[in-house]
């Protein structure tokens, strides 16, 4: 039979299908809110044509805490609790655009070494949240191995930023003008003070060394293995301009083709000090996210053994009123987050805390976009397209 | 950042809209709310300003039920705020409009930016504005059955009832200090 058939005039399947239509309804498919690809408790409502999509409707606040009104009934200090807990994978990170807002509202100018330590540890959060996207975006689709290795290094920078700050996940660290003493180091606005333990500077030195190994590692295990190429290259393509007018930021936006990275084009902390590249991605499906999120870390280790090697000596605390009180006034500031731009809009009366406070997480616009990306996908890309998007629901429901 | 560069593009706002103010390097636009869509088609297109970064709303009110009340008297009123950004740069632009309480409502945004349907339908559950021509303006985030808009300065915080605000009871005293409480307390 094999010699007979001619590749050239081989009969197409679709056609010969075609002649007898039947009348099909779409299904509706309900998932989550209990899946383990949701990254928490989305749920997404999908009306599914046989293996397409046709649409999905996302439904949210299974995660809901309301911050945005506890804020209203706490003070300034008393918020930095709160917001850690909003992108709990990289906690550290989500307290520096409240701070700086806070000190910028009230006009403090926080000391140079205190904000080295604000970037070094920001960074170190950036590294861990996109360990646990490269271990966890491979086992969605099928990649058991990455995220034991993914955990394992991870728990190095997470093991530096417990000794630093005490906590793994939520440091609660930073202070309205500057960041927490060691215990016991005595009044924080003296010359030196012992701020980072003993030792940290090696710790470091070695946990970075192992992240550029783990980078080279992933790129080899991941990215070059043909069965994660097929599940997503040319999968989940978001062109820049949807990616604009729906606000999505971080690395999707910047997989997409767009070189925008508030570390460069802000000065919220002193980046403009070191040299690092911001990776691009060019086609902005789910392969160029996860090479632009594993990029990305390597850039991050880089910063990090650039920034202890010139880390400037000084006080850690600018002088603060006993009662924090935030003059009257309204200001926005924003952050290049693990995940996206993360800002907050602090609208002050001159009280013990914010009147208002809206804030603006990366997830929930990155997510914004899942029905348009999802019209038209295949049902075994909705886990694909949903991971390489990199969410978290504390981060989408505040 | 380039310096000049961004006061180029405040005086270039400034000039176009006459209720503009920068405070604290954030520049803030008030405008009508009749102009609402079309100040926002302006930014978009006459000023590059493509990025829906996000939307919300303020109740200005000096009943307050829960937190701090202004501390000068305002007139009670919703204020809608927007945020638009460029992918290019660090400029951003705040836009503000009040809208009245007795019947709050206003254009929505969606046809210019589609990103602004979530953010609306979160500022139409938290505060019970209406965005009018909003194609699909359900709750967001609450259950469908919620009664209330928790955002509204109206609304109370059940737990704040049971435990005062936590400034006066939030520092922990001596210990000394701890059995005088407990004697006032029992």
Request: net charge negative.
């Amino acid at each position: 039979m094999a010699q007979t058939m001619d590749p050239n005039n081989m009969p197409i399947l679709s056609e010969a299908s075609v002649s007898v239509e039947i009348e099909t309804e779409d299904m509706t498919l309900n998932i989550g809110p209990q899946h383990p690809s949701t990254h928490g408790v989305l749920r997404l409502v999908a009306k599914i044509n046989g293996e397409k999509i046709s649409s999905v409707e996302p439904v949210l606040g299974y995660m809901h805490r309301g911050y945005e009104k506890l804020a209203e009934v706490r003070t300034y200090p008393q918020v930095t609790t709160l917001v850690n807990r909003i992108d709990w994978v990289s906690g550290f990170a989500n307290e520096i655009p409240f701070i700086a807002g806070a000190e910028k509202l009230m006009e403090i100018e926080v000391p140079e070494r205190a904000q080295y330590i604000r970037l070094i540890l920001t960074e170190m959060a950036r590294i861990s949240s996109h360990f646990v996207f490269n271990g966890a975006f491979p086992l969605e689709i099928g990649a058991l191995t990455p995220i034991f290795l993914a955990m394992e290094d991870r728990e190095r920078v997470l093991d530096l930023l417990e000794s630093v700050t005490g906590g793994r996940f939520h440091p609660n660290f930073n202070r309205i003008g500057g960041v927490k003493p060691a215990a016991g180091a005595g009044p924080t606005t003296k010359k030196d003070i012992q701020d980072l333990p003993a030792g940290f500077y090696h710790d470091t030195k070695v946990a970075m060394q192992k992240v550029l190994e783990a980078v080279d590692r992933f790129e080899d295990l991941i990215g070059g293995n043909e069965v994660f190429q097929i599940r997503t290259k040319n999968v989940g393509v978001l062109p820049k301009e949807v990616a604009e007018e729906y606000g999505v930021s971080g690395p999707i936006l910047r997989a997409s083709g767009v070189e925008f990275d508030l570390r460069k084009q802000s000065n919220y902390l002193p980046y403009d000090k070191f040299d690092f590249e911001i990776p691009i991605g060019e086609n902005g499906d789910c392969f160029d996210r996860w090479s632009v999120r594993t990029s990305e870390m390597r850039e991050s280790a880089k910063i990090i053994l650039q920034a202890i090697e010139d880390m400037p000596s000084g006080p850690i605390q600018a002088k603060v009123p006993k009662v924090i009180k935030v003059p009257k006034g309204q200001t926005y500031v924003r952050a290049e987050n693990p995940k996206g731009e993360m800002g907050y809009y602090i609208i002050s009366e001159g009280g013990l805390g914010p009147y208002r406070l809206k804030i603006r997480t990366a997830s929930f616009s990155n997510i914004s976009i899942l029905p348009i990306m999802l019209e038209g996908a295949l049902l075994p890309d909705l886990i694909a397209i949903m991971g390489s998007l990199d969410f978290v629901l504390g981060d989408v429901d505040r | 950042m380039n310096q000049s560069d961004q006061n180029e593009f405040v005086n270039s706002i400034q000039s176009k809209f006459q209720n503009s103010s920068v405070e604290f390097d954030t520049l803030k636009i008030e405008v009508d709310s009749q102009s609402w869509v079309d100040t926002h088609k302006t930014l978009k297109a006459e000023f590059d300003l493509k990025f829906f970064n996000w939307l919300s709303a303020v109740d200005w009110d000096n009943d307050v039920k829960i937190g701090d009340a202004p501390k000068e008297p305002v007139t009670p009123s919703f204020e809608i705020i927007s945020c638009l950004s460029k992918t290019n740069s660090d400029d951003l632009v705040i836009s503000s409009t009040k809208i009245s309480k007795e019947d709050p409502q206003i254009d929505s945004l969606v046809e210019v930016f589609g990103g602004a349907n979530w953010h609306e339908r979160e500022a139409y559950e938290m505060f019970g504005i209406n965005f009018l021509n909003h194609p699909n303006l359900k709750k967001l985030y609450l259950p469908d059955a919620y009664e209330g808009n928790p955002l509204l300065k109206s609304f109370e915080l059940i737990s704040r009832e049971v435990k005062p605000w936590p400034g006066e009871v939030d520092v922990e005293g001596m210990p000394e200090d701890n059995i005088v409480v407990s004697e006032e307390g029992s």
